[in-house]
């Protein structure tokens, strides 16, 4: 196969450098490691980053571990669901008008990914200029998802705007990819053949989970030794359902054996320490670095993942926590209701309904009940899926025969 040149627009890309989102320099650099050559396009702030781009005009360009980058210059935000994002998200649209073309070698394929639908218009235009094949991204299904979690009425001016480029993203692309293994059910409902569309989940850098840092000493030693630990790790958002596993820690308030970690920040973080006082069964901590990941995973007994009782993962989830946890080869409580469900695919652990301390709560000491080589086969059977599943390297693969 002939080397390619492809962008990627994502307005919220990030690096090692920056922070999240990970999904697109994993996959630029895979292409980048089989010969061929990625421009990612992404904003010069997001509030996911842990540090901000160095912008030197209203376009920077930087290349990371042999990936190029263009930071387009955006106006910041304070938070996530305020009007000044979306203010941020029409400004990044319109800075790609002034985008310097002549900089770059003429691309191959254009990746447009979502949750941001507006610069798919001037790829479009890109595309026919170029003559390159466009590919359009769903990760978060937009604007449904913005409805769903944020109750806006589908009359709402916002929404309906919204919709317009959703609807000219789905009839003007080449492909659709998401990470959703059920994102078809809501594409088609656009009159769009399922022929079209083809899922392309997230997954593990292999380099980086399998030669990890240590943890830092001062986070090591705070977590219980000689105790059964029920870890999550990773954002602390609504969508995270965090309540329900404060709620099944409370239930453990008597019990010196089993003990509950959080690591991570968010939005919600400091609603669930109230939640907590008083209960000697669960931890907080900051998170730790990504490159000390498993490394962390591996003082977990149990690793937890949950969501909402939510409508919206009817379509599926992707969420790169649980293939980190896979890799990790722990037992893992999958707290869900979705269109599909890694962890019960896999074999790794025990899937319980969403919302359900009661259950989380079964689950705790059914997995704590077992022998150490129960525990070791449940964890086993999650490395090997996600190696056959899941690398990042596979997942290219498959992009390339779209391109």
Known sequence: MSAKIIWIINQYAGSPNHGMEFRHYYLAKELVN??????????????????????KGDFTFEEIIGVNYCWVKVPTYERSTSIARFKNMLKFMFMLNKFPLEKFEKPDA?????????PIVRAKKWAIKFKAKLIFEVRDIWPLTLQNLAGIST?????????WFEKFAY??????????????????????HEEKITCIPNGIDLEEVAHPEQLDNSVNEK?????????????????????????????????????????????????????????????????????????????????????KKESLYRFGISANKIFDYLFAAKPIIHSVDAYNDPV??????????????????????????????????????????VLAHHTYKALVEKYLQLI
């Open 34 to 55: 089989a010969g061929n050559k990625v421009l990612i396009i992404s904003g010069s702030y997001s509030h996911l980053y842990k540090q901000q781009p160095e912008i």
């Open 110 to 118: 254009i990746i447009v990914s979502s949750p941001s639908l507006f």
């Open 155 to 163: 009359v709402h001016p916002l929404i309906v705007f919204m919709k």
């Open 171 to 192: 009839k003007n692309c080449d492909k659709i990819v998401s990470v959703l293994p059920g994102a078809h059910l809501h594409v088609k409902t656009y009159g769009i």
């Open 223 to 307: 977590i219980p030794f000689g105790k059964f630990i029920v870890g999550y790790a990773g954002s602390i958002g609504v969508s995270n359902a965090l309540d329900s596993f404060i709620e099944a820690a409370v239930k453990f308030n008597e019990n010196k054996e089993i003990v509950f970690v959080i690591f991570g920040n968010g939005a919600e973080k400091e609603k669930l320490m109230k939640m907590a006082i008083g209960c000697n069964a669960i931890l907080f901590f900051e998170p730790v670095k990504k490159e000390q990941f498993q490394s962390l995973l591996n003082r977990f007994d149990i690793c937890y993942i949950g969501w």
């Open 344 to 385: 019960n695919d896999a074999k790794a652990g025990i899937s319980v309904p969403p919302e359900n301390v009661d259950a989380i709560v079964e689950a705790v000491l059914k997995i704590a009940s077992m022998s150490i080589e129960q525990r070791a086969e449940l964890g086993k059977n999650g490395r090997e899926y």
